[in-house]
């Protein structure tokens, strides 16, 4: 299988006969001209020659580019995925911590509710109890008082009496 350049090549060299021999089989056309021609169909098909080298030249040089870029992505590429490994590695350790961590607070979270209801239950009693007692204190402070006043008020009669007693004595006398 010939590549495009060589059939190129190919189509260029069969011309070159074709203009000689229309070159002979024209009759104005004397052999200077025929070899003038020939020359410039030679120095036509050495330009075309050094151009088709040229371009596979550069072809040449962006496929070596080209094979050379995607070394380097296939490079790069390996070294992104060892660096996700890598990464993925670091995470896993956190990420198990993490969930322990996690376990341990939904499991305090669930002796908390129920000694947080007895906290509430308990503070409800206390001020409860706290109301009663300072009901009763106050009551017995009423108490206090009242049986105060009656003890005085019983004294001063108890006085009075003996102090009557005391005269009706001296009146006797």
């Known amino acids: 299988m010939s590549t495009p350049k060589q059939s190129y090549e190919h189509q260029q060299l069969a ?3 074709r203009v000689r021999n229309s070159g002979m089989i024209s009759s104005n056309q004397s052999p200077i001209m025929d070899d003038k021609e020939e020359e ?3 120095s036509a098909l050495a330009m075309f020659r050094a151009k088709e080298e040229e371009i596979e030249r550069k072809k040449m040089e962006v496929r070596g580019k080209v094979h050379a870029y995607l ?3 296939e490079e790069e590429t390996k070294r992104l995925a060892e660096i996700r490994e890598e990464l993925e590695g670091l995470t896993d350790p956190l990420r198990k911590e993490v969930g322990i961590v996690r376990k341990k607070i939904d499991s305090v979270n669930k002796e908390l ?9 308990k503070e409800r009693e206390y001020k ?11 009551e ?3 108490l206090v008082t009242k049986l105060m006043e009656l003890v005085t008020e019983s004294e001063m009669l108890r006085m009075k009496k ?3 007693l ?6 006797l006398n």
């Open 166 to 171: 005391s005269k009706n004595i001296d009146t």
């Open 40 to 42: 410039m169909s030679r």
């Open 128 to 138: 409860e109890a706290l109301d009663a007692f300072n009901e009763k204190n106050k």
């Open 15 to 17: 011309i070159v006969p």
């Open 113 to 121: 509710k129920p000694l947080g209801q007895t906290c509430q239950r």
């Open 140 to 142: 017995k402070a009423q």
């Open 71 to 73: 070394g380097r992505v």
């Open 162 to 164: 003996l102090e009557e």
